[in-house]
C-alpha cells in the first residue's frame, strides 16, 4: 500500500486553477503507483477563507470544481480532498470544514472537523459548524484509516497539564486497530512551530498506535505563511520522511515499511535563520503573484532593515522586479548614500535619487508660518517621513509597483514609524521581525559574500529626521527592547523588568497606528496584525 | 418587589471608575428603594475586551474591584454586576463571561454565558470559555428570577426557521414558575436593531410565561455603539419600561404592577435618522473621551460630507473643539469656498484657509521630471489629497487635535478616497453611512433653520482633483450604489443588477485600501472595521 503526501499551494478561492493543480498531483501520485493521495486542509477552496464565506456562490464553485475533479480522477486511486460543505440544515453556521474522500466518479465519504480554531489570525467559529470526529475511520483495500483536520490533534495536554480545549475529540475516538493516522492541515509558520506539530501528532499516533501521516499547506495567505513541511511519524516519534519547507512537494511511501518511496527524505536541516529567509521570500512572492503585482520599490535608507528588505525582495522576485529610491534631506548622512548605492549595486537593483529638501524646506516654511512654528518639531520629522511615503506611492500610481514598507516590528511595538509616512506601503515583510532578527538574516546575506557593505550592519541606527539622531535617543537598547517585545507581545508574559513596564505602556499608546498598518507577514508565535486584536479605547495605562 | 435598571456607559479596563460609577448607581438605586439592581453585561471590565484578556493582571485588578464593591453594598438590596471571571480548571479558554450577584459583603452566586458570538465584530470564543445556562434560576423574598447574558437569548429561530445557532440553550431550561426573567447586554446599535432585541426577549418572555428585563450597555467602544434603550416586556409583548437611548439611565420598577416608578417612559419616540445621529454623536464623544482627547480638525471642501461632519462633530463636542481647514487648489470651485466658509460661520468653528497650489505645483513638477509625466494622471489627484493628509497630519502633530475621515461608506466599498491622503485621520465617524443617509442626516441638521448652506445639499458631488470633475464620472449615480452597498456589504444578499455586479469587483479590488482604513463608527447591520474581515490575495473575481 502506497501513500503519497501531496503538499501543495493552493490560491485562496481560485477554485480552477487549485482543480488543475489537484489533478496534476493525482496524476503525477498515480504514476509513483500510490493507492492514496492526501491533500492539505482546505486545498480545494483555499485558506483561511476568513468573511469569503459569505458568500455561499463561492462555495457553489468550490463544489461544481470538486464534481469536476472526481469525475477525472483515474481507476485505482483514492483521493482525499479539503474545502468546505455546506450544512444542510437550517441551525448553525453555514458550512463544515471538510475532507472528502474519493474514488473514480464518486464522493465515498465525507469528514467533518471537530475543533474550529478561533485564536490568533484563525476566525473558523464565524461561518464553520463543528463536526465530529470519533466515527472518522476508513478502509482501502483492507487497511483501516482514521483522519482529522488540522486543529482536531491540538487538544491534547502540554507538558503542564494545560490545554486551550475543555475536551479532547482524540479520546473520544474508539481505539480500534488502525494503519495509519492522517491528518489534513493548513498550519501557518513560526519558528519552532514544527516541534509543536511534531509533539501533537506524536500524541496521537501514540493512542492510536499507529503511524501517522501530516499533510500540511504550503504557500503564503496575505498574513499568513503556510511551511509545508509535511512529515510521517511512528508512535515512537521516529520521523520516516520529510516533505520540503516552504516549497510545492510530492512525496510517496509505503506503509508497511514506512520507507520513503522516493528513497531519501527530501527536507533538508536547515537553521532557524535560513527557514525564517525562506518563509519571507515565500511571503512576499506569493502576496506579490496572488495579487497580480510584478513589482515592488521601496525607500533604501543606508539602514540594516531597507538593506535586509532589499536583499529578500530580490531574492524573491528578482533584483530586476525591484526599483530602489534614495530620498535623502540635510539630515542624512552621505555615508547612509553611499553605503545604499553600493548595496543597491551588490544586488544588480536599480536606486534612483530624488532629494526631498527642496519640498521639505517649501512646505516648512508654509507650514511654520501658519502655524507659527518656532523650533524644530516632531512635525518637521514625520514631515520628512511623509513626503518620502507620498513620493513612494506616487511611483505605485505610475507604475503599478508594490510600495513595500520597512519597519520591524521592535519599532511597530514601540510606535517608532511615521503614520502615513514610512508605515505607506502594501506589505510590510519585515514588520514580524525583532531587530535582532533583522541582523541575524542580513548576516546570512553575507555568509558568502558580503552582499549588505558590512558599516551597515555596524553603525548605530538612525532614522535620519534631525541632526545627529540616533535611534537609541529615543528606544530602550535594541537588545532589552527585543526580548521585551518578544515576551509581551509573543509569549503574553508577565512583565518582568523596567523596559517591558515601559513597553507595556508604549504599546497601549501606540495601538492606533498599527490599526492602519498594511499587512504583516507573520513568523512568530504572535504577530501584530490581523491576529492581534487590540482595542484603542480603553483605560489600563498598562498590562 | 421593585427592580433597577441601571443602563451605565463603562470604561474599557476603567475599573476604578466603573467601581465608583457602579456604586452611585447602586446608591441611587437604593435611594429610589430598589430590591435588586440589574447592571448591563461586562459593566465592570468594560465590553468588548478584544485581546485586552490575553492579559491576566487585568481581570485581576477588575476582581480586586469586585471586592471592594461588594463590601460597599448598603444592606438590603441586591445587584446584579458583569465581568470576567478564571476559569479554574486548566483546560479551556480562561475567562468565563460572568454575571455575579451580589449583597452586602457576599456574592451570592456566579453566572456564566453559554453562547459566545463570533461573528462581526465579536470574538468572544478567543477568551472565553462556554458555561450553562440551565440552573440560572435565584430567588430573592421568594420571587423567582432567571438570568442570561446577552447573547443567551438569540438562539430562537427566525421566521423562515433560521438560527445561527445549532442549539437553543434556553429551549433545555426547566420551565419552573418564573418572576421575572433577565438579560444582562452589551448589545450594539444599528438602525432597526431594537426590534430583533424585542422579537428575542419576548420569545424568551413567552418560553417563561414571565416578563422579562432587558438591561443594555450605553457608550461607544472605538468602532462599536451601544445604544442602552433597556426594556422591560411583558411574555405578551406589551413594553412596561425603556430607558434612554445613547445616555445613562436608571429606572425602578415594580414587579408586580410592572409599572414604572418613575411614572413615565423616558424613551421619547425619534425618527430612525434622529437616532442615528444621536449613535454617531455619542461615537464621536466617546472616542474622544475615552482616548483622552479634546478637540478635532478635518478639511471643509464645501460637500456635503465634510459638512455633516463638521454639524456632528460640534454638536458631539462644541464648535470651540473643532477647528476646520479650507486646502484649496487650482481645481477648487470658488463657489466650494463660500460654502464651508458660510457652514462655518454658521457653526462657529473657525476655519483656516492654506492653499496647497504652491506645494502641489513645486512636487508636480519634480515629479513629473523625474518620472517623466506628460499627462494629468490619477497620480496627481492623489498627490493633492496627500498633500492635504500631510498638513492635516501636521496639525495633529502640533495641537494633539484628532483628525477625523470625513469619507462615507459609499465611497469606501468603491474605493474612492486616497489612502494615506483624505483617508488620513484617527476616526471615520461617517465611514458607515452610505450618501443617502449623509443627506438625510444634513436635512435633519436644517430642520429648525438653514445651518448647512443649502446649495451643499444640491450641487453634484464632486472631489474637485481635476478640471469639472464629478463623483458620477466614474461612480455609479449615488442612489443604485447606495442600494447595491446595502445589498452587498450589509445584507451580504445575492448579486441583482449590474450595479451590483460592477460593486462586487471594485468591492474585491479595493479591500486593500479599507485595510489600512481608520476605525469606522458602525451603525449599520455590516460595516468596514473589524467586523468585516476580508483577505487581499485571493482569485474570486466577483462574489
Chains 1, 2 share one sequence.
Not at 465519504?109 to 463536526?131: H, N, Q
Not at 492522517?182 to 496521537?204: C, G, H
Not at 514631515?383 to 511597530?412: C, D, P, V, W
Request: charged residues 25%; contains cysteine; glycine residues 6%.
Amino acid at each position: 500500500m502506497r501513500i503519497a503526501l501531496a503538499q501543495i499551494n493552493p490560491d485562496l478561492a481560485g477554485f480552477e486553477k487549485n482543480k488543475t493543480k489537484i489533478l496534476d498531483y493525482i496524476a503525477r501520485a498515480k504514476e509513483k503507483k500510490a493507492d492514496l493521495v492526501i491533500f492539505p486542509e482546505s486545498c480545494l477552496f483555499g485558506y483561511h477563507p476568513f468573511d469569503l464565506l459569505e458568500r455561499e456562490s463561492l462555495v457553489d464553485q468550490q463544489m461544481s470544481c470538486l464534481k469536476e475533479i472526481v469525475k477525472k480522477i483515474p481507476a485505482g486511486i483514492t483521493v482525499l480532498i479539503g474545502g468546505f460543505e455546506k450544512c444542510k440544515k437550517k441551525k448553525g453556521r453555514p458550512y463544515y470544514n471538510a475532507a472528502f474522500l474519493c474514488v473514480k466518479n464518486k464522493i465515498v465519504k465525507t469528514f467533518y472537523k471537530e475543533l474550529l480554531p478561533t485564536g490568533d489570525v484563525f476566525d473558523e467559529a464565524r461561518f464553520i459548524e463543528k463536526g465530529q470526529i470519533k466515527n472518522n475511520f476508513f478502509k482501502i483495500k483492507d487497511r483501516q484509516f482514521f483522519l482529522t483536520i488540522c486543529e482536531d490533534i491540538w487538544a491534547w495536554e502540554d507538558s503542564k497539564g494545560k490545554s486551550l480545549y475543555n475536551e479532547n475529540p482524540i479520546a473520544k475516538v474508539p481505539r480500534k486497530k488502525v494503519d495509519l493516522v492522517i491528518n489534513m492541515s493548513a498550519s501557518p509558520f513560526y519558528t519552532k512551530k514544527l516541534k509543536l506539530r511534531e509533539y501533537f501528532v506524536q500524541k496521537t499516533a501514540q493512542y492510536f498506535r499507529a503511524p501517522m501521516a501530516y499533510v500540511n499547506m504550503v504557500g503564503a495567505q496575505d498574513e499568513i505563511i503556510y511551511d509545508g513541511q509535511s512529515f510521517v511519524l511512528t508512535p515512537k516519534g521516529e520521523k520516516k520522511l520529510s516533505c520540503l519547507a516552504f516549497a510545492e512537494d510530492l512525496n510517496v511511501f509505503d506503509l508497511d515499511t514506512l520507507q520513503d518511496w522516493n528513497a531519501t527524505s527530501r527536507r533538508k536541516r536547515e537553521t532557524d535563520t535560513e527557514l525564517l529567509r525562506q518563509a519571507l521570500v515565500l511571503g512576499i512572492q506569493d502576496f506579490l503573484k496572488k495579487n497580480n503585482l510584478r513589482k515592488v520599490h521601496f525607500g533604501l535608507s543606508g539602514g540594516v532593515d531597507s538593506a535586509l528588505l532589499a536583499c529578500l525582495a530580490a531574492d524573491a522576485i528578482g533584483p530586476q522586479n525591484v526599483q530602489l529610491f534614495a530620498l535623502p534631506t540635510q539630515f542624512n548622512q552621505e555615508e547612509s548614500f553611499v553605503l545604499a548605492e553600493k548595496l543597491a549595486k551588490n544586488l544588480g537593483i536599480p536606486l534612483k535619487t530624488i532629494s526631498i529638501q527642496g519640498m521639505f524646506d517649501y512646505i516648512k516654511t508654509i507650514l511654520d508660518s501658519e502655524f507659527s512654528v518656532q523650533r524644530f518639531h516632531l512635525m518637521h520629522e514625520n514631515l520628512q517621513s511623509r513626503l518620502r511615503g507620498l513620493i513612494l506611492m506616487a511611483y505605485s500610481n505610475l507604475t503599478g509597483s508594490l510600495l513595500l514598507t520597512t519597519g520591524n516590528k521592535s519599532e511597530y511595538a514601540t510606535g517608532y514609524a511615521t503614520l502615513y509616512g514610512d508605515m505607506c506601503g502594501g506589505l510590510a515583510p519585515l514588520g514580524d521581525l525583532t531587530k535582532k532578527q533583522v541582523y541575524e538574516l542580513s548576516k546570512l546575506y553575507n555568509a558568502q559574500t558580503e552582499i549588505i557593505p558590512e558599516r551597515i550592519l555596524i553603525r548605530p541606527p538612525s532614522a535620519e529626521l534631525r541632526p545627529g539622531q540616533k535611534d537609541q535617543d529615543s528606544l530602550p537598547e535594541y537588545d532589552k527592547l527585543d526580548k521585551a517585545v518578544v515576551n509581551i507581545v509573543e509569549r503574553k508574559a508577565k512583565l518582568k523588568n523596567a523596559t517591558e513596564k515601559w513597553l507595556a505602556e508604549v504599546l497601549m499608546k501606540t495601538e492606533f497606528k498599527r490599526w492602519q498598518a498594511a499587512p504583516i507577514l507573520k513568523v512568530s508565535e504572535h504577530s501584530f496584525g490581523r491576529g492581534r486584536r487590540y482595542p484603542l479605547s480603553q483605560s489600563a495605562k498598562t498590562i
